[in-house]
């Protein structure tokens, strides 16, 4: 095998980071807006138009108290930091725009972690348990796995799957 020059190298594990970070931002995508079981979850918007509905977030998205899933944008649940369990009230205007706020915050602490990537979805390592990230938080710190991250759990992080990446370190 000739040698390959260090320069090509580095270009090409960069080209797969960023092959990498693109097919997790486009499983993200699919994910929130087919869920995990890829089963659509149609919104009848005629029938929540003028609605006001408060939820909880599971991480990704709020579950109304109707019992449905209203998608959450990604990039407003990392600006807000957002913690699984937070409440949320969500209103949906005439013309069909979704406004969430942030109503009801969980108690929480701050944790630090090492952020991985697995099957094209982040996670933070915290002792022996791992949290997903939004990719969004991810790109915006411009983490990368392997970077030591702060992110903020519920306080009661039992059955907590998701955290809200606070900053990478």
Request: glycine fraction near 8%; hydrophobic fraction near 40%.
């Amino acid at each position: 095998m000739p040698d390959v020059p260090d320069k090509q190298i580095k270009r090409l594990r960069s080209l797969i980071r960023e092959a990498e970070t693109n097919l997790a931002a486009a499983t993200e995508l699919l994910i929130s807006l087919v869920g995990d079981d890829d089963k659509i979850i149609p919104i009848n918007r005629d029938e929540t138009l003028g609605k006001v509905i408060e939820g909880v977030f599971d991480g990704q998205n709020m579950v109304g108290s109707d019992g449905k899933i209203y998608p959450v944008p990604a990039n407003y649940a990392s600006k807000s930091k957002l913690v699984q369990g937070d409440i949320l009230k969500l209103t949906i205007s005439d013309d069909g725009a979704f406004l969430y706020k942030q109503i009801g915050p969980i108690p929480r602490k701050q944790v630090v972690g090492t952020l991985n990537l697995e099957g094209g979805h982040y996670f933070v390592s915290v002792g022996e348990k791992d949290y997903r990230v939004l990719l969004a938080s991810v790109t915006y710190f411009k983490a990368k796995p392997g970077d030591q991250v702060s992110v903020n759990v519920p306080e009661d992080d039992s059955n907590a799957e998701w955290a809200a990446l606070e900053a990478a370190l």
